[in-house]
C-alpha cells in the first residue's frame, strides 16, 4: 500500500477488519463468490464487504428460537447527497419495500431511505432496480464518507442555500469509491447513465497536492484499506443547523458576500457520537472550529482532511478510529498542522457566524419563484400505512400524479417540493384523507424526537427504541401535565445502544440503551444541538420512568428563569444540584404531588414485563403491577400498568384530542366508571 511519504499506517499492526479489506480485491470478495450460493445469509468477511455498497446482514431477533435457525434479512440503505430523492427513485423504492420488503421505508437521521427485510435471494434484483432508477447505495454504510448532509430547505430565492445542496453533491462525488465492484456485482458490469460528473470534481479528485492521493490505485483517495471506520460530513449555510453540523467529522459552512456570491467555506472537524458502555476511552465529541477556506480550494481542503484520517486514524483498535479521537489525542492545533502539510497552504481564520438554530421546516413554505415546499413529519422516520395513519399511500398517490421531487431531512422526515400553487388544496386533501396530521396537530414532544429503529432488527440494538418511544413521549407528557407543565415540550432522541444514530447524546433528554428495559439517561443538551448532554444515570428501568423524571420536572418549574429551556436549564443548575433536588424530594413525601397513576400503552409496544406478558401469552391485554423505588410499602404509591389492543389506544388517543384531556385521565375515568357500574349491579 502507498500512501503518503511520511504516513505511518505501514509500520503498525492493523486489525481484522484491515485485513479483510485489503484482501477484497477492492470490495469484490468474498462478496461476489457468495451472492449466489445455497446460503440464505453471508459469511463474515462478506458481510464486513457487503457494508461498503450498502447494505448490513440482520436477523428479525423477534423471530429467534433455540435450535432454530436465525430469520436473515438484508437492510439497505440509500445513497442521498443532501437528501434528494427524484420521484422515479421514490417509486422504485416504495414498490421494492411493498415486493421484498417488509412494506415499510424508513428515512434516516443523515437524509437517506432504509428498506428492511430483503432476503438475499432476492438482494440483486433489488439493488439493481435502486440503481437503474438513478439511485445509489454505495458508500451508504462501510468504512468510507457516508452521505452528506445539507440543509434540506428547497428554496430558489436564497442561494447560500443553492450553494449548501451543490456542494453537498459534489463533495459527495469527490469521496465516492471510485471501484468497479460496485457494478460489476449489481450490474453485471453495466454503468448507468448519469449527470455529467463536475469536471472541478474530477480532477481534484486526481490531483496529488503533497501525497493526498495513493498513486497507481483504483482507489486514489482511499487506497486499499479505505477509512479506518465511517466518516460523516455536511454542508450548511450560517444559522441553519437542520443537520447537527457539530456532529460530523466535517462540517462545512457557506460563506457569502454581500451580493450573494459564494467566497469559500468555514470548516469545524472532529465531532462524533458513537460510543461503549462502560469504556471510558470511548466519548461523544463535537466539532472544532478549523478555519476558512476560499472556494476555489474546498476540494483540495476536504482531501487533505481525509488523508490525514486515512493516514493517522487508528487502523488497530476501531473504538479508537474515528477522527474525533485523533483530534482528540493530538490537539486541534497538531492536527490543522498536518491537515496544512497536506493542503499545501494555511488555513485562514474562521469568520463570525449569527448564533445556530434547529428548523425542521414542516408545514407549507414558498420556494422563493412563485412554487411551495411541504414538510410532512414522519414519527420515527417510518413510512408506513397503519391504522388511520396511511403515509405510504398518500404519497404513492401524490408522487406520481404531481411528480414531485422529495428532500429527506436530518430530523428523518419528508419533504414535498415544486408545488404548483393551485396543486396544494388537492394534495392537502389527499393527506387529510390519509389520515396525516399537519404540523399544528402534533405534540411538539413528538414533533421534536427521534428513535433509530433497534429491536428487531439491529443487531447492535440492546432494547427497544423505535417501537417504544412513542408510549415514552405519551408518558412524558402526562407527567408534564401532572406537574403543571402543559404547554412545555423539548427535544428526546432515544437509541437502543450506545452508538447513538439518532443523536442522543446532542437532545435536552436522551435516552441511550444499556440493559433490556433500561436505559442511559442523558440531560443537558441544547434544543438547537450545540451542546453536548452529559449523562445522569447508568441504568433507569422503563417503569421507572416517572418516578425518575418528576422531581426533576418539580424542579425545573420552581426554578426555570423566564422561558428557559429544559436542557438549558439542567445546564445551568448542574447535575449536583439535580440529584440533591431529586434527594431531597424523595425523602420529604410534603414535596410530591400526590396522583394514582395509570399509564396506557399499545400492546404493539414493549413495557418491561407488561409486553412479555402480553407477547408470550398471545393476550390482548396485559396487567402488571411494578412498586415505585420509593413507595415504602404504601399501596397509595404503587403504579400500574395495563396494556390495551391497538385500536383500543388509538381511540384513547383521538379522545384524548378532542378534549384536550391526557390520555391517562381519560382511560382511569372510563375504568372508574366501570368499576362502579359493576359494584351497583353486584349490589341489585
Known amino acids: 500500500m502507498t500512501t503518503s511519504v511520511n504516513s505511518p499506517t505501514?509500520?503498525?499492526?492493523?486489525?481484522?477488519?484491515?485485513?479483510?479489506?485489503?484482501?477484497?480485491?477492492?470490495?469484490?470478495?468474498?462478496?461476489?463468490?457468495?451472492l449466489f450460493n445455497d446460503e440464505n445469509f453471508f459469511s463474515g468477511d462478506a458481510i464486513q464487504i457487503l457494508k461498503f455498497h450498502g447494505s448490513y446482514q440482520q436477523d428479525n431477533r423477534d423471530n429467534r428460537a433455540k435450535g432454530q435457525e436465525k430469520d436473515y434479512q438484508m437492510m439497505l440503505r440509500t445513497r442521498n447527497p443532501g437528501g434528494f430523492v427524484p420521484p422515479e427513485l421514490y417509486l422504485t423504492l416504495d414498490a421494492l419495500a411493498s415486493e421484498y420488503g417488509n412494506n415499510t421505508?424508513?428515512?434516516?437521521?443523515?437524509?437517506?431511505?432504509?428498506?428492511?427485510?430483503?432476503?438475499?435471494?432476492?438482494?440483486?434484483?433489488?439493488?439493481?432496480?435502486?440503481?437503474?432508477?438513478?439511485?445509489?447505495?454505495?458508500?451508504?454504510?462501510?468504512?468510507?464518507?457516508?452521505?452528506?448532509?445539507?440543509?434540506?430547505a428547497p428554496y430558489r430565492n436564497r442561494r447560500e442555500y443553492e450553494y449548501a445542496r451543490l456542494y453537498a453533491n459534489n463533495i459527495a462525488d469527490l469521496l465516492t469509491p471510485q471501484t468497479g465492484a460496485y457494478y460489476e456485482i449489481w450490474l453485471d458490469g453495466e454503468k448507468v447513465i448519469s449527470a455529467e460528473e463536475n469536471p472541478e470534481v474530477k480532477a481534484a479528485r486526481q490531483r496529488n497536492g503533497n501525497g493526498t492521493i495513493v498513486s497507481e490505485s483504483e482507489e486514489p483517495i482511499y487506497g486499499e484499506h479505505y477509512m479506518p471506520r465511517k466518516f460523516k460530513c455536511a454542508v450548511t449555510v450560517p444559522g441553519d443547523n437542520s443537520v447537527d453540523l457539530y456532529t460530523q467529522d466535517v462540517s462545512l459552512v457557506v460563506i457569502t458576500n454581500e451580493a450573494?456570491?459564494?467566497?469559500?467555506?468555514?470548516?469545524?472537524?472532529?465531532?462524533?457520537?458513537?460510543?461503549?458502555?462502560?469504556?471510558?476511552?470511548?466519548?461523544?465529541?463535537?466539532?472544532?472550529?478549523?478555519?476558512?477556506?476560499?472556494?476555489?480550494?474546498?476540494?483540495?481542503?476536504?482531501?487533505?482532511?481525509?488523508?490525514?484520517?486515512?493516514?493517522?486514524?487508528?487502523?488497530?483498535s476501531r473504538r479508537h478510529a474515528r477522527m474525533k479521537y485523533l483530534i482528540h489525542d493530538w490537539g486541534v492545533e497538531k492536527f490543522k498542522v498536518k491537515v496544512e502539510e497536506y493542503f499545501g497552504k494555511t488555513l485562514q481564520p474562521y469568520k463570525p457566524l449569527p448564533p445556530w438554530k434547529y428548523q425542521d421546516y414542516l408545514g407549507w413554505h414558498e420556494q422563493g419563484d412563485g412554487k411551495l415546499f411541504l414538510g410532512i413529519s414522519v414519527e420515527n422516520g417510518r413510512v408506513k400505512d397503519e391504522g388511520n395513519f396511511r403515509l405510504k399511500a398518500a404519497l404513492k398517490e401524490i408522487v406520481p400524479q404531481f411528480q414531485l421531487p422529495i428532500l429527506l431531512t436530518g430530523n428523518h422526515n419528508i419533504i414535498l417540493y415544486e408545488i404548483s400553487p393551485q396543486n396544494q388544496a388537492q394534495i392537502q386533501q389527499i393527506l387529510d384523507q390519509h389520515g396525516i396530521l399537519k404540523e399544528t396537530q402534533i405534540?411538539?414532544?413528538?414533533?421534536?424526537?427521534?428513535?433509530?429503529?433497534?429491536?428487531?432488527?439491529?443487531?447492535?440494538?440492546?432494547?427497544?427504541?423505535?417501537?417504544?418511544i412513542p408510549s415514552i413521549l405519551e408518558r412524558i407528557r402526562v407527567l408534564l401535565d401532572k406537574v403543571g407543565l402543559e404547554q412545555e415540550h423539548f427535544v428526546v432522541r432515544m437509541t437502543g445502544?450506545?452508538?447513538?444514530?439518532?443523536?442522543?447524546?446532542?437532545?435536552?433528554?436522551?435516552?441511550?440503551?444499556?440493559?433490556?428495559?433500561?436505559?442511559?439517561?442523558?440531560?443537558?443538551?441544547?434544543?438547537?444541538?450545540?451542546?453536548?448532554?452529559?449523562?445522569f444515570v447508568d441504568r433507569l428501568a422503563v417503569g421507572e420512568l416517572e418516578t425518575f423524571l418528576e422531581p426533576i420536572f418539580v424542579y425545573f418549574k420552581q426554578d426555570?428563569?423566564?422561558?428557559?429551556?429544559?436542557?438549558?436549564?439542567?445546564?445551568?443548575?448542574?447535575?449536583?444540584?439535580?440529584?440533591?433536588?431529586?434527594?431531597?424530594?424523595?425523602?420529604?413525601?410534603?414535596?410530591?404531588?400526590?396522583?394514582?397513576?395509570?399509564?396506557?400503552?399499545?400492546?404493539?409496544?414493549?413495557?418491561s414485563e407488561v409486553s412479555s406478558v402480553a407477547a408470550n401469552d398471545?393476550?390482548?391485554?396485559?396487567?402488571?403491577?411494578?412498586?415505585?423505588?420509593?413507595?415504602?410499602?404504601?399501596?397509595?404509591?404503587?403504579?400500574?400498568?395495563?396494556?390495551?389492543?391497538?385500536q383500543t389506544y388509538l381511540e384513547l388517543k383521538e379522545e384524548?384530542?378532542?378534549?384536550?384531556?391526557?390520555?391517562?385521565?381519560?382511560?382511569?375515568?372510563?375504568?372508574?366508571?366501570?368499576?362502579?357500574?359493576?359494584?351497583?349491579?353486584?349490589?341489585?
Open 618 to 646: 398471545n393476550q390482548d391485554a396485559a396487567i402488571s403491577t411494578q412498586p415505585s423505588s420509593d413507595d415504602g410499602g404504601d399501596p397509595n404509591k404503587i403504579r400500574h400498568r395495563v396494556s390495551v389492543r391497538h
Open 10 to 34: 505501514q509500520d503498525r499492526k492493523l486489525s481484522k477488519l484491515e485485513g479483510i479489506k485489503e484482501r477484497s480485491n477492492y470490495l469484490r470478495e468474498p462478496l461476489a463468490s457468495e
Open 105 to 152: 421505508l424508513r428515512v434516516t437521521t443523515r437524509q437517506g431511505f432504509q428498506l428492511h427485510g430483503i432476503l438475499k435471494k432476492n438482494l440483486k434484483t433489488v439493488l439493481s432496480s435502486i440503481i437503474q432508477s438513478m439511485g445509489s447505495t454505495l458508500g451508504a454504510c462501510g468504512d468510507l464518507n457516508r452521505n452528506v448532509m445539507a440543509p434540506p
Open 656 to 684: 384524548s384530542k378532542r378534549q384536550g384531556k391526557p390520555v391517562v385521565e381519560i382511560a382511569t375515568q372510563a375504568i372508574d366508571e366501570y368499576l362502579t357500574r359493576m359494584k351497583s349491579q353486584q349490589q341489585v
Open 560 to 607: 426555570r428563569k423566564p422561558a428557559e429551556r429544559f436542557g438549558d436549564f439542567c445546564h445551568r443548575v448542574g447535575f449536583d444540584s439535580l440529584r440533591q433536588f431529586v434527594t431531597n424530594y424523595s425523602l420529604n413525601p410534603s414535596m410530591n404531588i400526590q396522583t394514582q397513576e395509570l399509564a396506557v400503552t399499545s400492546d404493539r409496544e414493549t413495557f
Open 443 to 468: 405534540d411538539p414532544l413528538v414533533r421534536y424526537a427521534m428513535a433509530c429503529p433497534a429491536l428487531p432488527t439491529c443487531g447492535l440494538a440492546i432494547t427497544e427504541s423505535e417501537r417504544i
Open 497 to 535: 445502544c450506545p452508538n447513538g444514530c439518532a443523536r442522543p447524546y446532542m437532545a435536552e433528554l436522551g435516552f441511550v440503551g444499556s440493559s433490556p428495559n433500561a436505559y442511559q439517561v442523558w440531560l443537558g443538551g441544547s434544543r438547537d444541538q450545540t451542546r453536548l448532554a452529559e449523562p
Open 260 to 316: 450573494g456570491e459564494l467566497e469559500g467555506f468555514n470548516v469545524i472537524a472532529g465531532g462524533g457520537l458513537g460510543r461503549t458502555h462502560n469504556k471510558e476511552e470511548t466519548f461523544a465529541r463535537i466539532g472544532d472550529e478549523l478555519g476558512f477556506v476560499d472556494k476555489a480550494d474546498i476540494y483540495d481542503l476536504v482531501k487533505a482532511i481525509v488523508a490525514t484520517q486515512r493516514d493517522y486514524g487508528d487502523r488497530q
